[in-house]
């Protein structure tokens, strides 16, 4: 029994981050800005966004000791 309430409160916890996800980026289509729904992305000032991945060639992975 233990498990499934787990299971019921994790579910729920999802469904009311989905919610909310969902209303801020209808916040901010409303604003009318596009720059409000890239503020609200996941990714973090350190990550660039996905792309092609440099060519460096194969000397960038080496053997692990």
């Known amino acids: ?7 019921r409160m994790t ?3 999802l469904v009311r981050e989905a919610a909310a996800q969902r209303l801020s980026h209808a916040a901010a289509e409303s604003a009318g800005t596009a720059r409000g729904l890239r ?15 440099s ?7 080496v053997r692990a000791a």
Request: hydrophobic residues 20%.
């Open 1 to 7: 029994m233990f498990e499934y309430e787990l299971h």
């Open 11 to 13: 579910h729920a916890q």
């Open 39 to 53: 503020r609200l992305g996941r990714r973090s000032g350190s990550q660039d966004p996905e792309g092609r991945v």
């Open 55 to 61: 060519g460096d060639g194969r000397g960038r992975f």
